[in-house]
């Protein structure tokens, strides 16, 4: 059980390295969307898939990973989360690894949430100024403007 506990702090590793991509990437999004740069939006939005994907293939194996050890710890069919593993350590050598894993994961993906609310935020107020700047043309397309007969323009000059 000692290396599947190993196996899984691994996994964890590897996952809050994709995280911190993660964060990385949307931080540099901050910085493209303000200079509203698209080609370079594109690149990194493809680079996030990528790493999103990575995250997923990682994720399957903690959860194939989290059923063993349930199965091992005479809980199967029964969820085993972190802190549930972590209080199933309990005295073990493992349990601090796990502990610090989960916390790192948990850390990341916290700022990893606050800067993706940022970029959804910064992306909402350009999508607002584009909407305004529409109304603006299309109220200024409606507009009538009156046409004068011709007599007005071309009267006579006094004399």
């Known amino acids: 059980m000692a ?28 910085d493209v969307i303000i200079q509203n ?20 293939r990682l994720e399957r194996q903690r959860e194939s990973l989290a059923k063993d050890i349930a199965e091992v710890l005479g809980k199967r069919g029964q969820v085993m989360d972190i802190a549930a593993l972590i209080e199933a350590m309990a005295g073990q050598p493992q349990q601090e690894p796990l502990r610090e894993a989960g916390n790192r994961i948990r850390g990341i993906l916290a700022d990893l949430k606050e800067a993706n609310e940022t970029n959804q935020m910064l992306i909402q107020n350009a999508l607002d ?26 009267r ?4």
Do not use: F, H, W
């Open 3 to 30: 290396g599947m506990i190993d196996q899984l702090i691994d996994i964890l590793g590897e996952q809050a390295t994709r995280c911190e991509e993660l964060l990385g990437l949307a931080r540099e999004k901050k």
């Open 37 to 56: 740069d698209i080609e370079n939006l594109q690149k990194i939005t493809s680079l996030e898939n990528m790493v999103i994907s990575q995250n997923n």
């Open 129 to 154: 100024y584009i909407e305004y700047s529409l109304n603006v043309v299309r109220s200024a397309e409606e507009m009538v403007v009156p046409e004068y007969p011709e007599t007005i323009n071309n």
């Open 156 to 159: 006579p000059k006094s004399e």
